[in-house]
């Protein structure tokens, strides 16, 4: 009896196809409803996209039209200017789950499983039964390929139903036409804030949203620097598994223990192999293909115990602070935010992946104070729209005391209150997403750290800007009563007397008891055509147009003795450093330093510099600091800390 009944059982089981497995979950990818499916559609449309134009080289044009149709059912049209797909390859990027070019590579990517674009395919098949249309054009002077296809589900192959050609425009480039089943009316609000998102952290895209009923909107472009190309590494000792080790191992072409791992693995030369053969008790001559499971085991723990040097950060592309700055002022400035500040992490490391930490806080404006801060969360320049409870960017934001900040928060935890956006992005060869569907970040410690200690050194500027802003506010008014009471008092006491008019120098110093330091930032547009511009150093390069960013440091002595302290002007990571008077006595990437001798009780001091390599509104505030001179006698700068 229970043979019969586990041959029976036996003939019952079968091997289902990937697709076949999304076709039953597809909420596990995004699709789990019409709100969402409309939304995760758009998303892995626009990410291929820019992963296409971004590896040719190509600024991103992209446009995104819906089109709204009856019970529910929406056409959804994304089209690029990237370089077009090659036609043999159509079938299988648009109609075959797990196929990709990304999945092995370590380096920092939008996509890796080879799965968005497809599974968006397979859920409109399944929910409207239309096949989608792909056109392609790879050269400007040939037609361009059109494609109709659909999914084999058993198989996880596309089945091309039509291929044509016809005429395009367009010199090259990709246009996906899918029908799904969708929520416009609900979704709308989300596909407009994922497209607002993503231009902020790709400024140099340019998207176009058409909507049903013929409404565009424009994102635009606000940088012509295309990101910085991520080079692929090798794997880092301290993230491999054994299982996968035992792998490499067997399929690696190197003889020896030693070539193999200086050959497959990164951050490993001579002195540290040489230190993990001897930590795992291994022969350095070992062959990897003949190792045992228990050779492999103490390999594995020998390079938890060696200190192995971080991987190359070239993997990365993070989006700078200034690029996060620009794009956040420009999608802001309906609410004419008061102050934005931004900051990017060095670079760090989880189980052996490089990631890197960059934040982004608007505050003030129009923003409301009553309500808690809004957060926009990013991975590899990807918005994350939903699941914000359980990302490490949520967690990390509620465990810091914003009260200390100026903020409202019940009890020094959770999300706080006030008018503020809060940015964070994180770059990584592998972000630790919770599920497939790509919306939260796990919660691992040093991802959680450097988010807080971005956030906390944030924090720290809008409390020195609200801090110098007050203090600024209130030292003017005391100096202008002072100047407007005090001639008038030494005018009527010179004519009951009929004396001259003393100097009220003196009498206004030991008033104001104070070093007060203003700064003015001007634009000025270069031309079109190249000019030769002098550098600090007296050296000259070629300009090919923009803006120079020009900027006059005021420090007057209110004080009643000479003063003599260091002034530091904190210098953006993407800048030029140009004319600067005085001499400084020191420039480095980070700042300018000028030594200001013995300044005379009410005499002042101008300083002078010129910025280039920035766009207008890239600078609009320095961040000034002093030192050997008591900062609470300082109105206008900071305390410097060091390098």
């Known amino acids: 009896m229970a043979e019969a009944i586990?041959?029976?059982?036996?003939?019952?089981?079968?091997?289902?196809?990937?697709?076949?497995?999304?076709?039953?979950?597809?909420?596990?990818?995004?699709?789990?409803?019409?709100?969402?499916?409309l939304v995760t559609s758009v998303k892995e449309g626009v990410d291929n996209s820019l992963d296409a134009c971004e590896e040719s080289g190509i600024l991103p044009d992209i446009y995104v039209e819906i089109k709204n149709h009856e019970d529910g059912e929406c056409k959804l049209i994304i089209e690029d200017n990237g370089p077009g797909i090659v036609k043999k390859q159509i079938p299988h990027i648009f109609g075959r789950l797990l196929y990709g070019s990304r999945f092995h590579a370590i380096r920092q990517s939008r996509g890796q499983q080879g799965i968005g674009i497809s599974a968006v395919v397979l859920y409109g098949q399944l929910t409207t039964g239309k096949h989608a249309k792909v056109i392609s054009k790879i050269q400007e002077d040939r037609p361009a390929t059109?494609?109709?296809?659909?999914?084999?589900?058993?198989?996880?192959?596309?089945?091309?139903?039509?291929?044509?050609?016809?005429?395009?425009?367009?010199?090259?480039?990709?246009?996906?036409?899918?029908?799904?089943?969708?929520?416009?009316?609900?979704?709308?609000?989300?596909?407009?804030?994922?497209?607002?998102?993503?231009?902020?952290?790709?400024?140099?895209?340019?998207?176009?949203?058409?909507?049903?009923?013929?409404?565009?909107?424009?994102?635009?472009?606000?940088?012509?620097?295309?990101?910085?190309?991520?080079?692929?590494?090798?794997?880092?000792?301290y993230g491999v598994e054994l299982g996968t080790l035992i792998k490499m191992a067997k399929n690696t072409k190197s003889r020896k223990l030693s070539s193999f791992l200086k050959s497959e693995f990164t951050s490993m030369g001579d002195r540290t192999t040489k230190a993990v053969c001897e930590k795992a008790q291994l022969d350095k001559d070992l062959s990897p293909k003949d190792m045992s499971r228990e050779q492999f085991l103490a390999l594995h723990k020998a390079f938890k115990k060696i200190k192995i040097m971080a991987p190359s950060t070239d993997c990365?592309?993070?989006?700078?602070?200034?690029?996060?700055?620009?794009?956040?002022?420009?999608?802001?400035?309906?609410?004419?935010?008061?102050?934005?500040?931004?900051?990017?992490?060095?670079?760090?490391?989880?189980?052996?992946?490089?990631?890197?930490?960059?934040?982004?806080?608007?505050?003030?404006?129009?923003?409301?104070?009553?309500?808690?801060?809004?957060?926009?969360?990013?991975?590899?320049?990807?918005?994350?729209?939903?699941?914000?409870?359980?990302?490490?960017?949520?967690?990390?934001?509620?465990?810091?005391?914003?009260?200390?900040?100026?903020?409202?928060?019940?009890?020094?935890?959770?999300?706080?209150?006030?008018?503020?956006?809060?940015?964070?992005?994180?770059?990584?060869?592998?972000?630790?997403?919770?599920?497939?569907?790509?919306?939260?970040?796990?919660?691992?410690?040093?991802?959680?750290?450097?988010?807080?200690?971005?956030?906390?050194?944030?924090?720290?500027?809008?409390?020195?800007?609200?801090?110098?802003?007050?203090?600024?506010?209130?030292?003017?008014?005391?100096?202008?009563?002072?100047?407007?009471?005090?001639?008038?008092?030494?005018?009527?006491?010179?004519?009951?007397?009929?004396?001259?008019?003393?100097?009220?120098?003196?009498?206004?110093?030991?008033?104001?008891?104070?070093?007060?330091?203003?700064?003015?930032?001007?634009?000025?547009?270069?031309?079109?055509?190249?000019?030769q511009s002098t550098l600090f150093d007296g050296s000259s390069e070629k300009r090919e147009g923009g803006w120079i960013t020009k900027s006059t440091v005021m420090v007057v002595n209110y004080k009643d003795k000479p003063q003599k302290f260091n002034l530091y002007a904190a210098i953006p990571e993407d800048a030029v450093v140009g004319t600067v008077t005085p001499k400084p006595t020191k420039i480095t990437d980070n700042y300018i330093k000028w030594n200001l001798e013995g300044i005379p009780p009410a005499d002042k001091r101008d300083i002078y510099f010129e910025l280039a390599g920035l766009d207008k509104g890239d600078f609009d505030e320095n961040d000034l600091y002093v030192e050997d001179i008591n900062p609470s006698y300082v109105i206008g700068a900071d305390k410097w800390e060091g390098d």
């Open 316 to 531: 990365l592309s993070p989006i700078g602070e200034t690029l996060i700055k620009r794009s956040l002022k420009h999608e802001t400035q309906e609410i004419s935010p008061e102050f934005i500040v931004t900051t990017s992490r060095p670079a760090s490391v989880y189980s052996g992946n490089p990631f890197q930490i960059e934040i982004g806080v608007v505050y003030g404006g129009s923003l409301p104070k009553d309500k808690t801060v809004k957060l926009m969360r990013f991975a590899n320049r990807v918005p994350l729209l939903y699941q914000q409870g359980d990302c490490v960017s949520t967690s990390a934001i509620s465990s810091i005391d914003w009260r200390r900040y100026g903020l409202e928060q019940s009890s020094g935890k959770g999300i706080p209150s006030g008018p503020a956006i809060f940015l964070t992005h994180m770059s990584s060869t592998l972000i630790p997403f919770t599920s497939e569907s790509k919306e939260a970040i796990a919660d691992i410690p040093e991802i959680e750290n450097e988010i807080k200690l971005a956030f906390r050194e944030c924090a720290r500027k809008v409390q020195s800007h609200i801090h110098k802003k007050v203090r600024r506010v209130k030292t003017r008014e005391k100096f202008e009563l002072i100047t407007k009471i005090l001639p008038e008092i030494a005018k009527k006491s010179s004519n009951m007397l009929d004396k001259p008019v003393p100097s009220l120098d003196k009498v206004i110093t030991k008033i104001m008891d104070v070093i007060w330091i203003e700064d003015l930032i001007e634009y000025e547009k270069i031309s079109a055509k190249p000019v």
């Open 6 to 37: 586990a041959h029976e059982l036996a003939k019952k089981q079968k091997e289902i196809s990937v697709a076949e497995f999304f076709e039953r979950n597809k909420h596990i990818l995004g699709f789990g409803n019409p709100t969402r499916a």
């Open 146 to 237: 059109v494609t109709e296809l659909a999914i084999d589900t058993n198989k996880n192959r596309s089945e091309v139903i039509n291929r044509d050609i016809m005429h395009w425009d367009k010199p090259s480039g990709t246009r996906l036409e899918v029908s799904i089943v969708a929520d416009y009316k609900r979704g709308k609000r989300f596909v407009y804030d994922y497209l607002q998102s993503i231009s902020i952290v790709n400024p140099h895209a340019q998207i176009t949203f058409k909507e049903p009923d013929g409404t565009e909107h424009l994102f635009e472009r606000t940088s012509d620097i295309l990101p910085r190309t991520s080079v692929e590494i090798k794997p880092h000792p």
